[in-house]
């Protein structure tokens, strides 16, 4: 019998089926995803040794794991979307990457299964953004990321976080409180892509997901993205690019500076695995 959890995921995997095709016109091109991906990225980096392997978890058509893997690192990247993969499988035999980079569709939930199809262990696993944000079974993603890494190695973590400066100071001067609505934490309707397709969200600030993931992993840094600007979306924000470029500067000085580390739209979270 269907669980409420099964259901759940099946409606998520619909919602990103049905944006596949137009991802990387939409999101994957948009400054919010400039602006974060490449703070995950430059972490992940910095994180793993040259040539290192890599697990991206929530890969969506495999921007970052295509771009990780063309600068010589080898990458697994999952996701529940069996769109996703095919357009990211499809991206890696057009650049000739497949000995770099394979993928398989699996919940974060699910990841433990890449031991027994003779992944691991990784070096440095990472996923964002938001992935973890629409895996209701935490418990059993940690126990799966637990197995995979090796001992010391990194997990990064992207979050869509329930407090959010400028929706909870300036937002309401435009008589706009989602950011308010946030601050529940679960079953929050999010917008996904760039257009009105919805999912449910859970939402976690740095300290409620820090506590999941130990004993067994350490918070070692936190910091917030976008915590003075809202993620542009559509074309009259993208037309309105001069206001992050010109903000930009000060979210560098701020975002791993507390408060402001806990109040950005997103938080990247490094955790390190204990011995």
């Not at 893997?69 to 650049?95: C, N, T, W, Y």
């Not at 569709?105 to 890449?114: D, K, N, T």
Request: with cysteine; net charge positive; proline share 5%.
């Amino acid at each position: 019998m269907e669980t409420e959890k099964d259901a759940y995921y099946a409606r998520v995997q619909a919602a990103y089926d049905r944006i596949a095709p137009l991802y990387d016109v939409s999101v994957g091109k948009s400054a919010v995803s400039r602006r974060a991906k490449q703070l995950a990225i430059r972490t992940v980096k910095a994180l793993t040794p040259s040539g290192g392997l890599l697990l991206d978890i929530g890969c969506y058509t495999g921007i970052e794991a295509l771009l990780l893997a063309q600068q010589g690192f080898h990458v697994v990247g999952v996701d529940l979307s069996p769109a996703m993969i095919q357009i990211a499988e499809s991206k890696a035999k057009k650049r000739r990457l497949q000995k770099h980079v394979d993928f398989e569709v699996l919940r974060a939930s699910e990841i433990g299964a890449l031991l027994q199809r003779g992944y691991g262990p990784f070096d440095t696993a990472y996923s964002v953004y938001g992935t973890l944000n629409l895996e209701p079974r935490i418990e059993d993603f940690k126990a799966g990321v637990l197995t995979l890494l090796r001992q010391g190695g990194n997990f990064v973590c992207g979050l869509l976080n329930p407090t959010v400066l400028y929706e909870l100071v300036a937002a309401p001067l435009l008589l706009k409180f989602h950011g308010y609505r946030k601050l529940a934490k679960s079953r929050l309707q999010t917008r996904i892509g760039l257009g009105s397709e919805t999912v449910e969200t859970f939402l976690y600030t740095p300290k409620d997901f820090s506590n999941l993931m130990e004993p067994e992993f350490r918070l070692t840094d936190v910091r917030g993205v976008h915590v003075l600007y809202p993620p542009p979306r559509g074309t009259r924000a993208s037309s309105l690019w001069w206001i992050p470029r010109a903000l930009d500067p000060l979210e560098l000085l701020l975002e791993d500076k507390f408060p402001f580390s806990h109040l950005g739209f997103f938080t990247l979270l490094t955790f390190a695995r204990r011995g």
